[in-house]
């Protein structure tokens, strides 16, 4: 495909971004674009925008959702990270679709790639969101991740402890004098106010 037809494609998707109200009407076009036809580029843009139709439209992007995750396990980097992402959104919407993906999920912790690694903390956020009960036995994952090698990712750990802290406040509970710490002396002023703003939706929840 050439630069140019590239190039038009990537508005064409850019523009219905912003247009909601056609999304539904359009998400087998789009998910069209997840075939070897298309480039990394235009596939990337395609499954972010599947991710964001999915989460509106659960039912619709159903037949789809294999094809979105067969790109967990892609060689390219930009590919996994928006498939997390996109699992992550739909998976917000009915955990029913993504739960058989769960595995290959869980595994992009340990992603050589950076922005995977972070896309997969968000994805779980919106997984947990509204199925915090999936990930109350993984927290230990999410801990290990606060001490991560890039910076990005440490930042976005912590949030997975106020994202179940709030509904599930007992499942984060043993993890809080360990927050703490974090809170305390972490070199990142990001990372302590993250992990001070777990703490704090997490005691307020076992108040209540």
């Not at 979105?68 to 029913?96: F, M, V």
């Not at 972070?118 to 009960?133: G, K, L, V």
């Not at 305390?184 to 001070?196: F, L």
């Amino acid at each position: 495909m050439s630069n140019r037809a590239d190039k038009e494609i990537l508005n064409e998707l850019k523009e219905l971004t912003k247009d909601k109200e056609n999304w539904k009407s359009n998400i087998d076009d789009v998910a069209h674009k997840l075939n070897d036809d298309y480039s990394v580029a235009v596939k990337a843009k395609a499954l972010w925008l599947l991710g964001e139709m999915g989460l509106k439209y659960p039912k619709e992007i159903e037949c789809h959702v294999n094809d979105i995750a067969s790109y967990l396990e892609n060689d390219d980097s930009k590919l996994r990270e928006r498939s997390a992402n996109a699992i992550g959104r739909i998976g917000r919407a009915d955990k029913d679709l993504v739960i058989v993906y769960m595995d290959k999920l869980m595994k992009m912790n340990e992603d050589e790639s950076s922005n995977v690694r972070h896309a997969f903390i968000w994805a779980c956020e919106n997984i947990a969101t509204s199925n915090p009960d999936l990930f109350c036995d993984k927290l230990d994952i999410f801990y290990e991740m606060i001490s991560d090698s890039e910076d990005k990712v440490r930042i976005e750990a912590p949030e997975m402890f106020r994202v179940i802290g709030k509904t599930r406040p007992n499942c984060v509970k043993p993890y809080l004098e360990k927050l703490e710490y974090f809170a305390e002396n972490d070199e990142n002023p990001v990372v302590r106010i993250h992990s001070a703003g777990a703490i704090r939706i997490t005691k307020k929840a076992l108040e209540q």
